[in-house]
């Protein structure tokens, strides 16, 4: 007689997602681990009388999702201040920003505007958000973080401390509202850093916008993230949670490379950390974003024959970086996106000792870029949900032009050629089974998966890229017992797979959301 099972999901239709993909009926889970994974009634004998038996009635069961490239602290934001991510249009932007307003925050803001889906298509400029207060500071985060939007009160406040290089000044043809020679609000870069510097949320506040990022995440079925993080108190309040076993959700910290010296004096390094919290990747750029136009590319963007992106850490530097994080026993996460970036981020990683190290975003690689990966060994960790851009007319269509939309992103290719594909996020917005969605009915084959694909790229993908295949990803017999359970099928439903709702998210093999409505 073996030790009863603490809970045990029966009657529902578990996809195992190994290689090949496993149906059974049922899970039993003991001490946070898969026991046994089976058909109902032979599950049933593992459940004693103390054991919690909760029927799935036919839901779809599969490994929690692993979200491989979060900012956790910024998604918080999006639930605590205004969510622009979600303004149908420019106007819907500055009503969301005026209802944000606290009497007891001196800052109104708002996060993850995407200007390419709105009817105007431009950038909220000083005279709208003067609009939203004369008296108080306004600001407007675009939804790469790269560049963001202020109204006058916030210009002044951050003179001095944003480099005139990266405020955009009006030119007297572009915003007509904006006296010419004047800031119009728009900023860049470095300028967008000086911005996150006078916004940062304290210990306390951290926590708050964690707590409400985690809550967010497990209501999307997710159980495990690789969160980015730099020059916060996120990782001191992470540690925190665990530490008073309140951490229900599994992080793996991928640190800024400002942080190498202090990370090298404590003695850290990759996978080093316990059930909860681990140590992960040193995380570094190469070039910007195709939205701000600074993502580095061969030709120059369709819609402006001047440029061709920027380098916001040159070749040089991330050959440096990377020598000293690999010498300290770090993996490497290097963000790159235009083809030139890929390049970059490919040869210098391919030289570097270690392995599994990652390129994050990877949006437009060639057929050689690709098969480069494979060769070294480098995750791919993508953002299928980046897909959305890459129909005609979106925003990789007007900067790129046909040809680099439709061979962007292109995951088929990637996982043809060997590579391993670690799907994430990227907060935009955190959403697994949005971003499985966009793959399975992207708009040409090359960036079209398998349901299954798609759903092992955000699963066992995740794990492989955080070393943590022998533990999370799928589900059997000795692994963690982090689930994610679906009111109804995608592979029944390939064609609406955004439209399914997550019923049940389990971590440890403990409920962290319901979202059950019977
Ligand atoms: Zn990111």
Redesign the pocket.
């Known amino acids: 007689m073996t030790t009863a099972a603490d809970v045990v999901f029966v009657d529902g239709e578990v996809h195992t997602l190994t290689e090949p993909d496993r149906e059974a009926e049922a899970v039993a889970v003991r001490d946070g681990r898969v026991l046994r994974v089976a058909d109902t009634y032979e599950i049933e004998f593992l459940a004693g009388v103390d054991t919690t038996r909760i029927d799935l009635d036919g839901r779809v069961l599969l490994p929690g999702f692993v979200d491989a490239?979060v900012?956790m602290q910024q998604l918080g934001q999006y639930q605590v201040h205004a969510d622009l991510g979600a303004a149908t249009d420019l106007e819907d932007a500055l009503d969301r920003l005026q209802a944000a307003a606290r009497d007891d925050r001196d800052w109104i803001l708002g996060f993850g505007f995407d200007e390419s889906t709105w009817p105007e298509d431009r950038f909220p400029t000083r005279a709208d958000l003067d609009r939203v207060s004369e008296d108080r500071p306004v600001a407007a985060i675009r939804v790469d973080?790269h560049s963001a939007s202020l109204n006058t009160v916030a210009l002044d406040r951050l003179e001095g401390a944003m480099p005139d290089s990266d405020v955009e000044i009006a030119d007297g043809d572009s915003a007509a509202d904006t006296e010419t020679g004047q800031p119009t609000g728009v900023v860049y870069e470095a300028a967008a850093e000086a911005l996150w510097a006078a916004i940062e949320p304290d210990r306390a506040e951290t926590r708050t916008l964690l707590e409400a990022a985690i809550d967010y995440a497990h209501s999307h079925g997710v159980t495990a993230v690789h969160d980015?993080v730099r020059e916060s108190h996120a990782p001191r309040v992470y540690r925190e949670m665990d530490v008073a076993g309140q951490l229900p959700l599994r992080v793996r910290l991928n640190y800024w490379s400002d942080h190498l010296d202090a990370l090298g004096e404590l003695g850290l390094r990759s996978d080093a950390g316990g059930e909860f919290l681990q140590v992960g990747a040193v995380k570094t750029y190469t070039d910007g974003s195709f939205g701000s136009r600074t993502a580095k590319v061969s030709t120059p963007y369709a819609d402006d024959p001047e440029a061709d992106g920027t380098w916001v850490v040159d070749p040089e530097e991330l050959a440096t970086i990377v020598d000293r994080a690999t010498e300290q026993g770090f993996q490497v996460a290097v963000?790159a996106i235009g083809d030139v970036a890929v390049g970059t981020a490919l040869e210098t990683l391919a030289a570097a000792p270690g392995d599994r190290h990652r390129i994050?975003h990877a949006e437009l690689a060639t057929d050689e870029h690709i098969e480069h990966f494979a060769d070294a060994g480098i995750v791919a960790s993508v953002q299928p949900n980046f897909l959305k851009w890459a129909g005609e007319g979106g925003l990789y269509d007007r900067r790129l032009g046909d040809e680099r939309r439709t061979g962007s992103n292109r995951y088929a290719r990637f996982l043809e050629a060997g590579v391993p594909l670690a799907f994430g996020s990227?907060?935009m917005p955190m959403d697994p089974l949005f971003g499985v969605h966009q793959t399975v009915n992207a708009p040409v084959e090359a960036q079209r998966l398998s349901v299954t694909e798609a759903l092992r790229a955000y699963t066992a993908g995740g794990a492989y890229a955080g070393h943590d295949e022998h533990r999370m990803g799928t589900i059997e017999s000795g692994k963690l017992a982090d689930f994610v359970v679906l009111e109804s099928s995608p592979w029944e439903q390939p064609g609406a797979i955004d439209e399914i709702e997550v019923a049940l998210t389990v971590v440890d093999g403990k409920i962290v959301y319901d979202g059950r409505t019977e």
């Open positions: 490239h900012h973080m980015m963000h994050e990227d907060c």
